[in-house]
């Protein structure tokens, strides 16, 4: 079974900064995408960035230009650098990762991290 593990979370004051953090762990064959989603009480849950195995990165409009969404494949972590967080930022972060058996087929499975708080409050 894999397993993703968020860190990084916090309380933090609008226009400051938070890095997230996300490691796969277990046996598989590859990783073919991440991504960070997040969801705030009340709210729909929203993709905040992706990221493909060719190294394609996607993000929320809400996002763009303060998040930046990275990786190290070597390590199968994925980043989530935000700047200028504001209030409207706070959610559970949850990562995620496309991930493929470590077998043939190579079935890819949708994993999912526990979630980390992000607080922007002042």
């Known amino acids: 079974q894999v397993q993703l593990v968020e860190s990084g979370g916090g309380l933090v004051q609008p226009g400051g900064s938070l890095r997230l953090s996300c490691a796969a762990s277990?046996?598989?064959?590859?990783?073919?995408?991440m991504g960070w989603h997040r969801q705030a009480p009340g709210k729909e849950r929203e993709l905040v960035a992706g990221?493909?195995?060719?190294?394609?990165?996607n993000y929320a409009d809400s996002v763009k230009g303060r998040f930046t969404i990275s990786r190290d494949n070597a390590e199968n972590t994925v980043y989530l650098q935000m700047n200028s967080l504001k209030p409207e930022d706070t959610a559970v972060y949850y990562c995620?990762?496309?991930?493929?058996?470590?077998?043939?087929?190579?079935?890819?499975?949708?994993?999912w991290g526990q979630g980390t708080q992000v607080t922007v409050s002042s």
């Open positions: 277990g046996t598989f064959l590859s990783i073919a995408a």
């Open positions: 990221i493909i195995s060719g190294g394609g990165t």
């Open positions: 995620n990762g496309r991930i493929l058996d470590a077998g043939p087929p190579f079935r890819p499975h949708d994993y």
